[in-house]
Structures are given as C-alpha cells and as structure tokens.
C-alpha cells in the first residue's frame, strides 16, 4: 500500500514539472492534493520582478495549514513566524537574502499537512499562498485571491478527491490551450534533474529512483 501510494505521488510530480516547464506565474508545483494528505511541494519562481534579480520571496500561509516544515535553500535565509506564542503554527514564512538572475528559476519547497476537507458537497477547496516576491529593483505581488484584479493571481493548492486525475486533467488542458515547443525528451529531462535536486532531501531514495525512470 504504501509502495502505491508513493509511486503514485512520484508520478503526480513527474507530470507536474513537466506542466509546470512553461509557467510564467509564481505557482506550487505539484498543486494537487487529497485531503489530509502530507505534501511535498515547492514554490516555483520562474523569473525576476521585470527583468530585475529576485533577492526574496515572502510567504502569507493560509489558516487551514497548521502543520508545515519549510526547506531551507542554498544561499537563502529561511525565517518563519507563527499564528501566536506557542510557536505550534507557522503563519508566514521568508526566504530572502539570495540574488536568483532575472530570468532563472528556483523552486523553496516545504512539506506540510492538508487539512481533513470535506468534498462530499464540493469538488475541491482552494487554498491561496500569497506571495510578494522582492527584486533588486521593485516588486511582484502575487497576492490576488480568486477573480482580485489587483496584483498577480496567488499561488493556490487545490484540494480534490483524486490528485493524480486532477493534475492529468490539467496537463490535458493545458496542452490543448497551448502548443508545445519544447520536445518530449527536453522537458523530461529537465524535469528529473529539477525533481532529483529538490526532492533528493525529501523523499526516500527509492521514490527519487522512481521520478527518474518515470521521467526518463
Ligand atoms: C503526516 O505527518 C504527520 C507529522 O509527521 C504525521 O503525524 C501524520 O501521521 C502524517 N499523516 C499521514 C496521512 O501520513
Ligand atoms: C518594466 O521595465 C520597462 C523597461 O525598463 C519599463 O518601461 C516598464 O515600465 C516596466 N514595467 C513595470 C510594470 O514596472
Ligand atoms: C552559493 O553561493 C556561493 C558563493 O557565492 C556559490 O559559489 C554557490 O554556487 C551558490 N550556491 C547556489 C546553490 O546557488
Ligand atoms: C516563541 O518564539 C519566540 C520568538 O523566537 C520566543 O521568544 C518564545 O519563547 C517562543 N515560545 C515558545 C513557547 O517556545
Ligand atoms: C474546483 O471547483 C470549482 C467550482 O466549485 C470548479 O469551477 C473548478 O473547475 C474545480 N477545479 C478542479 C481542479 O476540480
Ligand atoms: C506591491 O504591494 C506593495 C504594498 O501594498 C506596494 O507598495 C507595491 O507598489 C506593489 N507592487 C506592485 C508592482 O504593484
Ligand atoms: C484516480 O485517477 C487515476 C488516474 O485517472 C485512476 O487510475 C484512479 O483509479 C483514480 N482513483 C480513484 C480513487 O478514483
Ligand atoms: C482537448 O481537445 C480535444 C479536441 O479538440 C477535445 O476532444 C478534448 O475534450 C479536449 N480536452 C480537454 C481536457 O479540454
């Protein structure tokens, strides 16, 4: 059971960064999850606050998450505050104090617990992670929640019944809303090197092993 489960994780991530490769929104990759489900998943930041470097990234962490470990990144400070002095659940969290070139893209992973939602009379419940993303010159707000015309769209994680089938729904609509330019062999390759160097510290080495044969 638990080799299922995890082998069906590791694919959802495989088809994630591989969804993922033309985003141009600040997004969590995966996004899908079930309900209390642990996650592994990753702000992905796929370029700088108009052509000017990345120096932070600072995150508002909805109410519904009370359990989550953010992951520290090479070359960052990580800090994080908490909803009150018990220091039980982290309501923000900052990783600054890097300099991420205007159009390279870094991922700050964190693992946490989804909520035990109830879908019986919705299909899915949308979580949002406000993000402001600070440049050396100026800012991106990612802050806009559901159909907010002010800033940038938030990153969301959407909680459904089934992950797998909701992340292959989106690849399908996105692949027919878009035409591919990169072959299928580039994105799988960029996709198991970009899954191997992040979730190399999280997962077990036989689920890493896993994300490359799927991708390859
Ligand atoms: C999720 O992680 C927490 C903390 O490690 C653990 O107590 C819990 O049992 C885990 N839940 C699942 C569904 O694996
Ligand atoms: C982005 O940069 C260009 C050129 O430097 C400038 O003309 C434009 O106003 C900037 N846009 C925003 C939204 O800051
Ligand atoms: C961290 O910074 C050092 C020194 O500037 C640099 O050599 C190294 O490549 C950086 N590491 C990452 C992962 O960016
Ligand atoms: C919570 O964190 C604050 C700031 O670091 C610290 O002063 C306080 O003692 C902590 N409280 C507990 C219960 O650990
Ligand atoms: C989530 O639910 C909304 C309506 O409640 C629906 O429009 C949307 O397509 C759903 N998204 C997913 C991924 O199921
Ligand atoms: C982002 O929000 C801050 C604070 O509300 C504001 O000062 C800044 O101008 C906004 N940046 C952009 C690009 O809208
Ligand atoms: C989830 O979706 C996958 C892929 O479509 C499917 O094979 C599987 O049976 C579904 N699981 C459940 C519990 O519906
Ligand atoms: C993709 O396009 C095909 C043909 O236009 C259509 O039959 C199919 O339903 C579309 N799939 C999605 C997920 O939009």
Same mark, same amino acid.
């Given at each position: 059971m638990a080799i299922i489960r995890s082998s069906l994780i590791v694919s959802t991530l495989a088809l994630f960064f591989y969804a993922s490769c033309t985003d141009a929104h600040v997004s969590l990759t995966p996004k899908f999850a079930e309900p209390g489900q642990n996650l592994t998943t990753a702000f992905h930041i796929p370029h700088g606050c108009n052509g000017s470097a990345t120096t932070g990234i600072f995150v508002t962490v909805p109410d519904a998450i009370t359990?989550?470990?953010? $992951? $520290?990144?090479n070359n960052w400070t990580l800090t994080t505050t908490y909803r009150d002095e018990s220091n039980? @659940?982290?309501s923000t969290i900052s990783w600054f104090g890097g300099v991420l070139a205007p159009k390279d893209s870094l991922d700050f992973p964190m693992t946490l617990s989804l909520p *035990? @939602?109830?879908? #019986?009379?919705? #299909? *899915? =419940?949308?979580?949002?992670?406000?993000? =402001? $993303?600070?440049?050396? =010159?100026?800012?991106?707000?990612?802050? !806009?929640?559901? *159909?907010?015309?002010?800033?940038?769209? !938030?990153?969301t994680l959407v909680i459904v019944k089934n992950a797998t089938q909701a992340a292959a729904d989106a690849i399908a609509i996105k692949n027919n809303a878009t035409t591919s330019t990169t072959s299928s062999s580039a994105a799988a390759s960029q996709a198991s090197s970009v899954a191997s160097s992040i979730y190399a510290g999280a997962l077990p080495f036989a689920a890493v092993i896993g994300t490359l044969a799927i991708a390859l």
């Amino acid at each position: 059971m638990a080799i299922i489960r995890s082998s069906l994780i590791v694919s959802t991530l495989a088809l994630f960064f591989y969804a993922s490769c033309t985003d141009a929104h600040v997004s969590l990759t995966p996004k899908f999850a079930e309900p209390g489900q642990n996650l592994t998943t990753a702000f992905h930041i796929p370029h700088g606050c108009n052509g000017s470097a990345t120096t932070g990234i600072f995150v508002t962490v909805p109410d519904a998450i009370t359990l989550l470990t953010p $992951q $520290q990144v090479n070359n960052w400070t990580l800090t994080t505050t908490y909803r009150d002095e018990s220091n039980q @659940s982290i309501s923000t969290i900052s990783w600054f104090g890097g300099v991420l070139a205007p159009k390279d893209s870094l991922d700050f992973p964190m693992t946490l617990s989804l909520p *035990n @939602s109830d879908l #019986s009379t919705q #299909s *899915n =419940v949308t979580l949002y992670f406000p993000v =402001v $993303q600070t440049c050396q =010159v100026g800012t991106a707000n990612w802050t !806009a929640l559901g *159909n907010d015309k002010e800033g940038e769209p !938030a990153p969301t994680l959407v909680i459904v019944k089934n992950a797998t089938q909701a992340a292959a729904d989106a690849i399908a609509i996105k692949n027919n809303a878009t035409t591919s330019t990169t072959s299928s062999s580039a994105a799988a390759s960029q996709a198991s090197s970009v899954a191997s160097s992040i979730y190399a510290g999280a997962l077990p080495f036989a689920a890493v092993i896993g994300t490359l044969a799927i991708a390859l």
